[in-house]
């Protein structure tokens, strides 16, 4: 016992003494603390090496990157530094707190680009590539992916008119790829092909790695041919025991802009109007500025050999037009799991996705603008349950029907549930030898219903109600195998060799149901009380198809010395839809590059690198089986007139059969300049690219009757033929200059532009079956009156999307448009629907801890019919009828009393300039442990156009919406077009451990 | 270590087993509709093959339906016009170049026309490739086929003569080989044909009204009249065929007009099982949706011309074939109001009045009478279930009375044109002239499809009436529409165009 307190006594003395000497020391040094960011990311950067300035004290940062650290009263400054990352220095003066960010460096960090089957060194590259990283992405409320690019790259169209949140993009690379083809780019979504686009949300990509020409994306093969955009999400870390949960969450504001000006009441009237005693505007009536939240929520992390993402993002968006909204709730989840040293690695990639979108009639958006405002919503100024029409003001008049009861009383909903599972394992089974295989599912599975009350008068009024409900089911299987050869074949020659097989199954099944005659309103979901089961507005359909896809491909690289680049690659590609002599196509690639800076000394130039490529891709019908001689649905037949039960369904082949149906191919020519300038001050991208497109796939006007040219001993059933018809050729100039960090006092600015010339694509053969055509009309502006006339002639040794028509030469007093002829035959070329360049020009400007960014972009040289003023501006009889459009562009003095048809005098300049997105971000100092990054942000969407076009939406039109998306009557705007919002933004984003 | 090589090779030999082992099978399947090469061979597929052929003669937009060879023969005659109402109706000018007969080779319904008949020779020409030895139905579509060149040569005069054994591009023919084509395809077939009353397929009988139709037009065919021919032809159908006249005129044109012993060859229209009788959308106001209870809003089209309406006599039971008059909803009581009143004298409550103030650009919403001949069942959808004749036992006498008095044998054809007007409750004619006669059918083939060929061979289609001038002779044929000229190259344009 006395022991233990001699012992206590001992123990206090020391520790007094000790405590001493530490107040003792402390007056000399003092501890400072921080946290070390990763620049772009904003994530922690852990195991960052902390050292005073000329001394060898120091430490590391932690896992959440914080580190603490004792100074001394000489010491100047601190350095942080860490692999990949520029070396920092900062001042320590009296500062005890460091929040660091370390930016990535870009000279020593190898950036990888994605490419098909395989990542490759951006320096590498000899075809043109554009990657585009998050930080890039344009800000905003974008429910599609492509829209984060938009205005982004050069040569890459992202439009989508109008603001219906239900519409989908329409996404060209160099412009016009196809006529009957698919237009629109392969999606790749971390090594997983095909799906769509929707399957991943906004939020979670890291990178997107657009392949422009036919050699980068010929090693895709038929999908490939209108260019591939290789998605990236973001990845866990690969840090062990590090976990990450970042939530980004915002709202917007969206609020209709850019009504088209109609007459006021009065207005309308007074030009003899009839007047049935109210004053509505209807488009207060069918519009609404909805309120609407997105939130996102990822959750990363690893282990050791092990790491994970997963994703869930949650969009709810009510459209400006009352009754449209789009709800999302997207779920990705990423595996990746190295075995055996990471020599074997396995990866599980999961996409879920649930889309639930309610739309209206399109048409309701015209009526709505030329209804007329006399009008009042109701007959007797209330819902009537009772009343034939609800209550609702309805007339028998030609064309004619309220907007408002319209949108309350038709219904149409589609849900759509993607689910894309993929599954890869890969071995190296040497340093240079590795296998992969790869398994893919990707389905799709819609439900849409449409539903039409009794009281609705435009459809569902006479046959007492109609409801429908339809499934549309997609399958895709893809198997493939890969083999990867890496060495240094001799001294500074490095080799890849890629061999690869690939299987895909694409399958689809649909389902169509609908009645009519109902008691009472039940919509979709009792179509058997309906009691018509037959007849129009009625149906009972199914349907199944499936095709067949087998590749085989092999891409060589060659690299000297990293100055001198090759790529050769080939794939050959059969598939089951086309004639059996025809079914296998090749598809060769090889580009070719050398970085002369490397080489020689180019002064200024960092890097400069030129490169050309050639590359030939396929396409194939969208449709698998019009090689074949099918029996399809006739009428019904009873055999037997008087007995009821001898129905059969007649059989009729309803297509021609087209036996010699081939692939089309797309060649491609590019030439390219990368450059550096001022260390890479400076950087841009050249290309100059020729595009010629053979073998066009199209369903040509043939003629019924005649003996089927492509099967001797057929006759054409139909007037229509799927054919290989036409070739075509076009070009364009894709430029792209950055300043990175311009230092305007303390306002870092990086000012990117990028431009496209586009050469307008040249028919320059157009005819099948031995026939020569002189043309492909399209384009017919529609009822009333204008049923017959296409506008659109893509005539041979023309440009596609050439407006034909008479010119309007002026105006007698009597209003009546003095044209220069009525006879077709006389039309002349009034103007060309496509664009013949683009441009866009991104700014992002740095103070502190703020930020702003924004986009400029616009488009010019395209005509647009605008539509409305082609149908309803002229104060002809039937402006008594509908309300008037009255526009900048509508001739006023006198007034034009003509009956509408069209002429050049409704076809618009599309020229535009657009505040596209703009965001003001305010990164706030965390002084908690756990977040490590917390952000503000607000923006804007379409803040302004400048355009002399006076419909909605100036953007370029590369399709028909009226006609099942025919590329050749561009430069349409149609009636229905969906008004155009502009939202406001207001988020934040933090993330936490 | 040598495990692990081991575990090394199997998984290499694995996964390139899994990328190679997965290649599908190449052949297309077809999981919707048969591939012709599946096709089960019975008795019961070759009717439906058969029927299936005569549907192309039933498809939407033919007879009874608008924007084709209906349409054309229609708004080219004195009976019918399609009056613009400002927008509505304009079209590009067609229906006005239309009844104006200045037409282009451009325009859409000429080309429909032709397409539609060209549809049926593609069709039985399939069948006959298909099916060389069953002899019923080879002589059966021949016989179809040649009532696609009757409308053929009607219509478009000289064109490319395709049979079951033709490849490649066909040229065409002049008119005098259509019509010895025609003329030849009848004769060698038709002995084959039931002489039973068929209706909805063509038999012995209506097949020699095909031909009765070549001969009675063969001088605007051929410069060759066959008025002789045509009477002999019409004789047999009269003398031993089993068609009499309904006792009501209107019988044959009620919605269920399948059993009048009057109707030979009838287009079996169903407003479920087969569409395309759509004339009470083409013709009635958009208001008289009420009155019949219409599924559908009616288009506000084609409405007859005051000068014909005023042919009919008072009496004249067929006169109720037009629509006149005020209008009133399915009570009957009600008046039908167009609100968007236009000015028209008759004020917003709907009345149909036989004058039409203009052809074009704003013709009243009101004006002109509406084709009222086939029976409109309440809540009729946009479809009619009546079935559309193409021949009927009226004509054939009318023809006969014809042919008769072009040959000078003037009593004989006023006994034959006065068993029609007793039926129509109209007092005898004692004399014939070309005026009467040609009125007497237009009366009793209104809205029927024949009166541009019935102009033509009176030598009056040229003549100017409402809104018309006076036509050249080249548009007594229709050019060749301009797909089909820019789809063929060797096809020769018809003179004039």
Redesign the interface.
């Known amino acids: 016992m006395r022991n233990n307190l001699q012992k206590l006594r001992v123990f206090l003395l020391f520790s007094a003494l000790m405590v001493a000497s530490v107040l003792a020391a402390n007056a000399q040094t003092r501890e400072v603390t921080g946290t070390v960011l990763d620049g772009t990311l904003k994530d922690p950067l852990p195991g960052v090496s902390v050292v005073v300035k000329g001394t060898t004290r120091g430490t590391v940062t932690d896992l959440d990157g914080n580190f603490r650290l004792s100074v001394q009263s000489g010491d100047e400054a601190l350095v942080f530094s860490f692999v990949g990352f520029e070396t920092y220095e900062v001042a320590i003066g009296n500062q005890s707190t460091f929040n660091i960010e370390l930016d990535e460096d870009i000279q020593s960090l190898q950036e990888a680009v994605v490419i098909g089957y395989g990542t490759q060194d951006k320096k590498e590259i000899t075809s043109a590539v554009t990657s585009v990283g998050r930080e890039d992405f344009n800000r905003g409320n974008f429910t599609n992916p492509a829209q984060l690019l938009q205005g982004k790259v050069a040569g890459l169209s992202v439009t989508r008119p109008g603001g219906n949140p239900n519409a989908l993009p329409e996404v060209r690379l160099r412009g016009i790829s196809s006529f009957g083809a698919n237009q629109s780019p392969l999606y790749v979504i971390d090594g997983v092909i095909g799906g769509t686009i929707d399957m991943v949300d906004p939020n979670d990509i890291e990178t997107i790695d657009v392949l422009k020409d036919a050699s980068a994306g010929a090693i895709y093969g038929t999908r490939g041919a209108a260019g591939v955009i290789l998605i990236t999400t973001k990845k866990g870390s690969s840090k062990a025991g590090f976990a990450n949960v970042q939530v980004n969450t915002f709202g917007t504001y969206e609020q209709a802009t850019n009504l088209i000006p109609v007459l006021s009441p009065e207005e309308f009237v007074a030009r003899g109007g009839?007047d049935?005693g109210s004053r509505t505007d209807w488009r207060d009536e069918v519009t609404q500025s909805p309120i609407n939240a997105t939130t996102n929520v990822t959750l990363s992390g690893g282990f050791e050999n092990t790491n994970y993402s997963a994703s869930v993002n949650y969009r709810n968006n009510d459209g400006i037009v009352k009754g449209t909204n789009r709800e999302t709730l997207n779920t990705r989840f990423n595996l990746n799991h190295g075995a055996l040293n990471n020599r074997?690695r396995f990866n599980v990639n999961l996409f879920l996705n649930n889309t639930d979108a309610t739309d209206v009639n399109g048409e309701a958006v015209r009526y709505a603008t030329i209804y007329n405002p006399t009008a009042p919503i109701f007959e007797n100024g209330e819902e009537n349950v009772n009343d034939q029409f609800g209550g609702y003001f309805q007339?028998?008049?030609?064309?004619?029907y309220n907007p408002v009861a319209m949108i309350n009383q038709q219904q149409f909903n589609t849900q759509v549930k993607t689910a894309v599972m993929a599954y890869r394992?890969e071995?190296d089974?040497t340093d240079k030898i590795t296998?992969?295989?790869q398994?893919t599912q990707d389905r799709l599975n819609t439900l849409r219903g449409a539903s039409f009350s009794r009281q609705d008068f435009q459809v569902g009024f006479?046959?007492l109600g109609q409801a429908e409900q339809e499934t549309f089911d997609r399958f895709t299987s893809i198997?493939?195998?890969?083999?990867r050869y890496e060495d240094e074949i001799f001294d500074g020659m490095n080799f890849t060799l890629l061999l690869?097989?690939?299987?895909q199954?694409f399958n689809e099944r649909g389902f169509t149901a609908a009645s009519t005659r109902f008691l009472q309103d039940q919509g979709w979901n009792n179509l058997g009380a309906g009691g018509l089961r037959?007849?129009?507005?009625t149906e009972m359909s199914?349907?199944?198809?499936?095709?067949?896809l087998?590749s085989a491909f092999a891409r060589a690289n060659f690299n000297y010395r990293n100055i001198y680049f090759l790529s050769a690659s080939v794939r050959s590609e059969?598939?089951?839809?086309f004639g059996s002599d025809n079914?296998t196509g090749y598809f060769p690639a090889v580009s070719l590059g050398a970085d002369l800076s490397q080489a020689l000394d180019m002064g200024i130039f960092n890097q400069f690198k030129i490169r050309g490529s050639f590359g030939i891709a396929g396409q194939r019908p969208q449709e698998?089986?019009l090689?074949?001689?099918?029996?399809?649905?006739?009428?019904?037949?009873?055999?037997d007139?008087d007995n009821p039960n001898s129905?059969?369904v007649?059989?009729?082949?309803t297509t021609n059969p087209n036996p010699q149906l081939k692939w089309e191919t797309t060649t491609e020519y590019n030439f390219g300049l990368d450059y550096g300038i001022f260390n890479g001050k400076v950087t841009g991208t050249m290309d100059y690219w020729r595009r010629n497109v053979a073998d066009l796939l199209f369903n040509t006007?043939?003629?019924?009757?005649?003996?089927n040219?492509f099967l001797?001993?057929?006759?054409?059933?139909?007037?229509n033929t799927w054919a290989n018809v036409a070739d075509f050729e076009s070009s364009g100039f894709e430029f792209l200059a950055s300043v990175n960090n311009i230092q305007l006092g303390s306002v870092s600015w990086t000012p990117s532009v990028n431009f496209t010339i586009y050469q307008r694509p040249k028919i320059t053969s157009l005819g099948a079956g031995?026939?020569?055509?002189?043309?492909l009309r399209a384009g017919v502006p529609g009822a009333?009156?204008?049923?017959?006339?296409p506008i659109v002639w893509n005539r041979l040794g023309e440009r596609i999307g050439d407006f034909y028509g008479p010119r309007t030469l002026g105006v007698t007093e009597g209003g009546e448009l003095i044209n220069t002829t009525?006879?077709?035959?006389d039309f002349e070329r009034l103007g060309n629907a496509l664009p013949t360049g683009d441009f866009g020009f991104s700014n992002t400007f740095i103070y502190g801890s703020w930020d702003l960014n924004f986009l400029l972009r616009g488009s010019w040289g395209h005509m647009i019919y605008n539509s409305f003023r082609g149908?309803y501006e002229n104060a002809?009889?039937?402006?008594?009828?509908w309300n008037s459009v009255i526009t900048n562009n509508t001739p006023t003095s006198p007034l034009v009393t003509?009956?509408?048809?069209f002429s050049d005098l409704y076809l618009e300049r599309g020229d535009f300039l657009r505040l596209d997105n703009l965001q003001i971000g305010y990164n706030v100092a965390s002084r908690s442990n756990n977040i490590s990054n917390f952000r503000l942000y607000a923006g804007v969407q379409n803040l302004f156009t400048i355009t002399q076009f006076s419909g909605v939406d100036p953007e370029v039109r590369w399709t028909d919406s009226a006609d099942d998306n025919n590329p050749l009557a561009p430069g349409i705007e149609r009636r229905n077009t969906y008004f155009l919002p502009r939202i406001w933004q207001l988020g934040l984003t933090i993330s936490i451990k | 270590m040598k495990i692990i090589k081991n575990i090394k090779i199997a998984l290499a030999s694995g996964l390139l087993l899994f990328s190679t082992s997965a290649c599908w099978e190449l052949e297309q399947e077809v999981l919707t509709g048969i591939p012709q090469e599946n096709l089960i061979i019975t008795d019961e597929l070759i009717e439906v093959l058969k029927q299936s052929a005569y549907g192309s003669v039933s498809v939407g937009g033919s007879w009874g339906g608008h924007d084709g060879i209906y349409a054309v023969q229609e708004v080219s005659s004195d009976e019918m016009a399609i009056p613009q109402k400002g927008a509505d109706w304009e079209d590009g000018g067609i229906w006005l170049r239309t009844h104006r007969h200045t037409w282009l080779a451009v325009d859409g319904p000429y080309n429909n026309a032709w397409g539609y008949c060209f549809g049926i020779v593609g069709e039985t020409n399939n069948l006959l490739v298909q099916f060389p030895d069953i002899p019923e139905l080879a002589a059966e579509m021949k016989i179809l086929r040649a009532l696609a060149y009757l409308w053929l040569i009607d219509n478009f005069g000289n064109v490319p003569i395709i049979t079951e054994t033709s490849l490649g591009s066909i040229p065409q023919s002049p008119r005098e080989e259509v019509f010895a084509f025609i003329e030849e395809s009848i004769l060698e077939n038709v002995d084959v044909l039931t002489r039973d009353n068929v209706r909805i397929n063509l038999n012995y009988w209506t097949a020699h009204m095909i031909l009765a139709k070549l001969y009675l037009n063969a001088e605007v065919y051929t410069g060759n009249a066959r008025w002789a021919d045509a009477e002999r032809i019409l004789d047999v159908i009269i003398n031993e065929g089993p068609y009499s006249l309904a006792p009501n005129f209107f019988a044959n044109f009620v919605t269920n007009n399948a059993n009048s012993p009057e109707n030979m060859f009838t287009l079996p229209y169903d407003s479920n099982n087969n569409g395309g009788f759509n004339i009470h959308q083409m013709s009635f106001h958009y208001g008289n949706q009420q009155t019949f209870e219409l599924q559908e809003q009616p288009w506000n089209g084609y409405a007859a011309l005051e000068e014909f309406y005023n042919s009919f006599d008072d009496g004249d039971v067929r006169k109720g074939s037009l629509r006149e008059g005020p209008q009133f909803q399915s009570d009957g009581i009600t008046p039908v109001i167009d609100d968007a009143y236009d000015g028209d004298p008759d004020g917003p409550e709907l009345v149909f009045t036989p004058q039409i103030n203009e052809l074009a650009p704003n013709a009243f919403r009101q004006a002109g009478t509406r084709v009222n001949k086939f029976e409109i069942q309440l809540g009729a959808g946009p479809d009619l279930n009546n079935d559309f004749p193409v021949f009927r036992y009226a004509d054939v006498l009318l023809m006969k009375a014809e042919a008769a008095w072009r040959q000078g044998n003037n009593a004989v054809a006023l006994q034959f044109v006065n068993q029609v007007r007793e039926r129509a409750n109209v007092p005898n004619l004692t004399t014939l002239d070309a005026n009467t006669l040609l009125a007497e059918r237009g009366r009793e083939m209104f809205a029927e499809g024949w009166r541009r060929s019935d102009l033509i061979r009176f030598g009056r289609f040229n003549q100017p009436w409402w809104e018309k001038g006076t036509s050249q002779p080249f548009r007594n044929i229709f050019p060749i529409p301009l797909n089909v000229i820019q789809a063929n190259p060797i096809y020769q344009q018809n003179p004039g165009y």
């Open positions: 009839v049935f074997l007339r028998p008049l030609f064309d004619f394992v071995y089974i296998v992969s295989g398994y006479g046959r198997v493939t195998g890969t083999i690869g097989g690939e299987s199954m037959l007849g129009p507005g199914s349907f199944a198809n499936r095709a067949v087998n059969t598939y089951s839809g079914q698998p089986t090689a074949l001689a099918i029996f399809q649905n006739g009428n019904r037949i009873p055999l007139p129905v059969f007649g059989i009729n082949q006007f043939i003629g019924r009757g005649v003996p040219p001797p001993g057929a006759f054409n059933r139909v007037d031995g026939i020569q055509l002189p043309e009333p009156g204008q049923n017959n006339n009525n006879n077709p035959d149908f002809d009889g039937a402006s008594t009828t003509s009956t509408p048809t």
